[in-house]
């Protein structure tokens, strides 16, 4: 067996059996090998930052990492905006990076590249397979890494050589060690702080966007009085009717202060502290309010469950008893498409078990709030920022939950960083719905132009933010990729197209046009 083979086996022995591709020369081997074991699912992109963005929204919803396979150091670059996404998200990547073979390094040929520091940036661990003997114990501890806890992005370079190589030795199984327990001082510190009579907010984020452990902070929040708030982009929230939420914090910064005002305790429940998204002249950065105890419930590698079944049991917080969504779907108004029109059709329609992937950006702002009482659904989040990930992601969650509708609500702005990823949603076949938001504008960042205080813009600076000129067709590029495309402009035409699309297997897409700020 050579490295290559003993690469793939040794991944899925350790649970990795999804592989988000992008190959060259130096993976020959590696792909080749792909026939040799049919267990490895292999899934072709067109572009490393769709590979990566799968591979987090595959994560997301499997709760397990895929592999992506990166063409050296370029090829890993390509793929790191959304490399970044998945580390802030905490979600297991598993990088697999093919390099020229040991001898062929010295001779600087055109693709040689530093692959170290381009991996070190969003990796918890970078590793060399030296050999192809140590192939099996390699992938294990990747595996391992990117398991966690906490979750991570895990990256392995293969040089080619190993690849071709025989002697490969397959691993056994990936370590899977237990998250930490919360010691019980933390516990009763935040209880106290809860029972304290100070204004306190349980802010939960992360692992927290569960069912399970958003009832038991819900409940937490009931009966000590306490605000509930959820970060504002979340990587996993399960949520709709008859499931605990919490009201979002919100992007901009003076509205998440005066979300927060007067808080005293500040209980961190698998969120990070709140903090501006970006900096604003003579605003602060740190969004809790001065005077305010931060209490961290539990770390990213801690046992989160355990800690708030522990808190709300010293409560007297039962998470049965929790506040819960109602059932209800709104009505959408009828005319012209606007961003609560859009948020209101989805709300009548969405399926239950759909899974969302939100990059809606300003058009999509309203739909979290129209769809909370829509039947029980799964809402993923742009994590860190960097966008180009809705598509990618819807693509990797279709890829995981091949029996739930995948709803890409995704800004046209945004759509234009992976749009390949529908090539690769047209190939396997995916239910995958995408609501091709069109205002024709970077209109997000014309807004932020003002609050950075660079002063409204003159004609050639908010020309940086206008895509009307020339007019995208996104309906020709859906078509191009191989995916069914209609255009809506009413409340009408968007449920009509959005009811079709969910009852036709496979993936389409809905150009639906809103008036934008140009
Ligand atoms: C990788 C990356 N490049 C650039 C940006 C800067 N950026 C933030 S929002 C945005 C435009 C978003 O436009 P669109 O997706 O159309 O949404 P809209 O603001 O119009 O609602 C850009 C370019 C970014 N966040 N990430």
Redesign the pocket.
Known sequence: MNGGQALIRSLVACGVDTCFMNPGTSEMHFVAALDAVPEMRSVLALFEGVATGAADGYARMAGRPAATLLHLGPGLGNGL?NLHNARRARTPVVNVVGDHATFHKAYDAPLESDIGSVAQSVSSSVRWCADPAQVGRDVAETVAAANGPPGGVATLVLPADVSWNEGGVVATGARRPAPARVDEATIATIAAALRSGEPACLLVGGRAGRAEPMAHAAAIAACTGARLLGETFPVRLERGAGRAAAPRLAYLAEMASAQLAGVRHLVLVDARAPVSFFAYPGKPSDLAPAGCRVHVLCPPDGDLGDALARLAERLGADPRSAPRAAAERPVAPPGPLSADAIGAVLGELLPEHAIVSD?G???GAAAPGRTAGAPPHDWLCLTG????QGLPVALGAAVACRDRRVIALQ?????L?TVQALWTMAREGLDVTTIL?A?R?????NMELGRVGAGAGGPRARDMFD?SRPELDFGAIARGFGVPASRARTSEELRDQLARSLATPGPSLIEAVVP?PF
């Open positions: 905006a990059e950006a300003t058009v920022g960097a966008i180009g800004a046209d702005g945004s759509s960083y938001l205002n504008a970077y209109a997000i960042l895509l934008g």
